[in-house]
């Protein structure tokens, strides 16, 4: 082990330390511990969120139940973005460090209590008190880094806490206008918080760690699909508890479960880190997860309406309810090809096998009854097609190997 990595890790006993940047071509650096437990009290929000969705959706309610989705989610999505570049940059795992983690972890939970009162009634006190909450551990947290850095860094660092306390202020306007106003305001105020990180390292592009950074995404990937599991499981479970309609349901299942697995191996068939050299890459890629999570999501959401209408407890059709899940699905596969997949496909049939899997999916919702099920036989085509032609032709990044410019080391280097 390198000395950084055992200076990082005696870091950890110490109650406080210098808050300086880590460096970029650091050894060994992956998600902690504490970054983990972070991402897991995700989870709570993500399931509130997804709940909501279900309750909108089947009570024929979609278009309150996606729009308050789509903002819930953000919300989530965005909370724990701040977070996750931060850290990357500038983890110095000391006391004062998870002290301020923790405060932040406080706020999620606050926040993902008022996830119901906000979607039932457009009260959002409870989720603006939890945002302030993790607000005030992350100014916190960006002020300490600015008093810890100098020149061009420190001015980046106090960007960053002057744009967030901003923005904080700016979402007051959830509690005082009107419901017409309000998603307005949201897509405003979005637009300004997706906005300070350009602002902020205008100058100076903070030390972000490239692998650190993918294998951070890929990991809340996976829990988020863990949750979408367990929300259609609990479906399946009280559907069979009160109907032992095996017949109707197993087909739901079983199509769920298959479309699951595969945006499992779909998101990790290709290593990504090589492609985040600069914020030029990184910024499109990460902005572009709010779709991926947010779909994956919805796939839960979608697999658990197809189950309440299958029982006869929704009001909706077959062809709306199968829709819910199709579509998210077929969302999922385009928008991890745009962002993440095509950067190491090679060749036009490469190319096209997730674009033409995910209008397959989309043509299934005219299925019926059998929709989830075809749906999760493409996704399972669209694996086994990808596999065969990747270790008939490779990738992009196999080819650069070969061409001696393939290794991480070479990928700083162009960076």
């Given at each position: ?252 299942a079983a199509g769920g479960l298959l479309i699951i697995f595969a945006a499992y191996w779909i998101y990790f068939a290709v290593p990504i880190h090589l ?141």
């Amino acid at each position: 082990m390198s000395d950084t990595p055992r200076r990082r890790l005696a870091a950890g006993s110490g109650v406080l330390r210098r808050m300086t940047t880590r460096g970029r071509d650091e050894e060994h650096r992956v998600a902690t511990p504490l970054e983990l437990f972070f991402d897991l009290c995700f989870v709570v929000a993500v399931a509130q969120a997804g709940g909501q969705l279900v309750h909108a959706l089947v009570e024929a309610h979609p278009g309150h139940g996606v729009q308050g989705y789509l903002m819930m989610f953000f919300a989530i999505w965005w909370a724990w973005m701040n977070f996750t570049w931060f850290a990357s940059a500038y983890d110095t795992d000391d006391v004062l460090f998870r002290g301020m983690t923790l405060v932040q972890i406080a706020g999620v939970l606050v926040f993902a209590a008022g996830i119901p009162r906000a979607f039932d009634s457009g009260d959002f006190r409870v989720i603006w008190f939890g945002y302030l909450v993790m607000r005030l551990a992350m100014v916190a947290q960006w002020l300490r880094a600015g008093l810890s850095t100098t020149g061009r860094e420190r001015r980046t660092a106090l960007r960053y806490a002057a744009g967030v306390s901003a923005c904080q202020v700016g979402w007051l306007g959830l509690l005082f206008l009107p419901d017409g106003a309000r998603s307005w305001l949201f897509l405003g105020m979005a637009i300004c918080e997706m906005a300070v990180p350009v602002w902020a390292e205008r100058d100076y592009q903070t030390g972000w760690h490239p692998h650190h950074i993918a294998e951070r995404y890929g990991l809340f990937t996976i829990i988020v699909l863990g949750e979408t599991v367990s929300a259609a499981t609990v479906a399946v479970q009280s559907a069979v508890d009160e109907h032992r309609a095996l017949g109707v349901l197993l087909p739901i299942a079983a199509g769920g479960l298959l479309i699951i697995f595969a945006a499992y191996w779909i998101y990790f068939a290709v290593p990504i880190h090589l492609h985040l050299i600069s914020n030029r890459q990184a910024f499109l890629w990460g902005y572009g997860h709010y779709l991926v999570f947010g779909s994956v999501a919805a796939i839960g959401a979608g697999i658990e309406v197809a189950i309440e209408e299958a029982t006869g407890k929704a009001h909706v059709s077959t062809f709306a309810a199968s829709g819910t899940v199709t579509l998210a699905a077929a969302l999922f596969m385009f928008t991890v090809w745009l962002i993440h997949s095509r950067h190491q496909k090679r060749g036009p049939l490469q190319q096209a096998v997730l674009p033409v899997s995910a209008v397959l999916v989309l043509a299934c919702t005219f299925a019926g009854r059998w929709a989830v099920l075809l749906a999760g036989a493409v996704a399972t085509a669209t694996v086994a097609v990808g596999v065969t032609l990747t270790a008939r032709g490779g990738t992009a990044l196999g080819q650069e190997e070969e061409r001696g410019g393939g290794s991480e080391e070479a990928g700083r280097d162009r960076g």
